[in-house]
């Protein structure tokens, strides 16, 4: 009888922690890389669209408005459907101001995709992959960044201080997402 008891409380304890997982914001990882550099993966959900998702990730004039980091985009310049960006980022971790050259484009399969061209960085790749649920009404965001700074930073605190800043990123691209979300059904009332 005890046994049947243990099994019963058991796959309840997984269950509402299985269903806990599934119903999280945001699930992410940062893991330090055997071969240099952190990777980081999240799943995000989002409770607008995709499109407005999109619409932020792809304002880059306004990208630091984004981040809790002080940064300037130095250039923005479209060309052939990518969008070259030099940003210059003040992070507390790292002395003086860092510059960060990359590329971003639309995949065919609608991701976007952002690649290092050049900086203070070895290692600098993002992307994002927006898929509609609930009837196209929320997002599930997939999520993936590759960093490798060019600089002696154990990768160990670049993983503490990127967990924090992503944690932070995507409770603001969320906060704004909701405030857009807000803006677009009063403009259509």
Same mark, same amino acid.
């Given at each position: ?31 330090? &890389?055997?071969? $240099?550099? %952190?990777?980081?993966?999240?799943? @995000?959900?989002?409770?607008?669209? #995709?499109?407005?998702? /999109?619409? +932020? ?20 310049? &479209?060309?052939? $459907?990518? %969008?070259?960006?030099?940003?210059? @980022?003040?992070?507390?971790?790292? #002395?003086?101001?860092? /510059?960060? +050259? ?83 059904s009063g403009r259509s009332q």
């Amino acid at each position: 009888m005890l046994w049947r008891v243990m099994i019963v409380v058991g796959c309840l304890v997984l269950g509402w922690s299985g269903l806990s997982c599934a119903d999280e914001p945001v699930v992410l990882d940062v893991r330090t &890389e055997p071969s $240099g550099g %952190v990777k980081a993966t999240a799943t @995000i959900l989002f409770p607008v669209e #995709p499109a407005i998702i /999109r619409q +932020l990730l792809t304002d880059y004039a306004h990208w630091p408005e984004l981040f809790d980091v002080r940064m300037r985009m130095a250039e923005i310049r &479209e060309q052939d $459907g990518k %969008v070259f960006t030099d940003i210059r @980022i003040d992070h507390a971790l790292l #002395p003086g101001e860092r /510059r960060l +050259l990359s590329e971003t484009r639309t995949l065919p399969t609608g991701e976007l995709l952002t690649e290092l061209k050049g900086g203070d960085f070895k290692q600098y790749r993002r992307f994002w992959k927006l898929i509609p649920i609930d009837g196209g009404a929320h997002t599930r965001a997939e999520f993936e960044l590759v960093v490798e700074i060019d600089m002696m930073v154990p990768d160990w605190i670049v993983a503490a201080a990127m967990r924090r800043d992503l944690e932070t990123h995507f409770r603001i691209v969320r906060e704004k997402a909701l405030a857009q979300q807000e803006l677009q059904s009063g403009r259509s009332q």
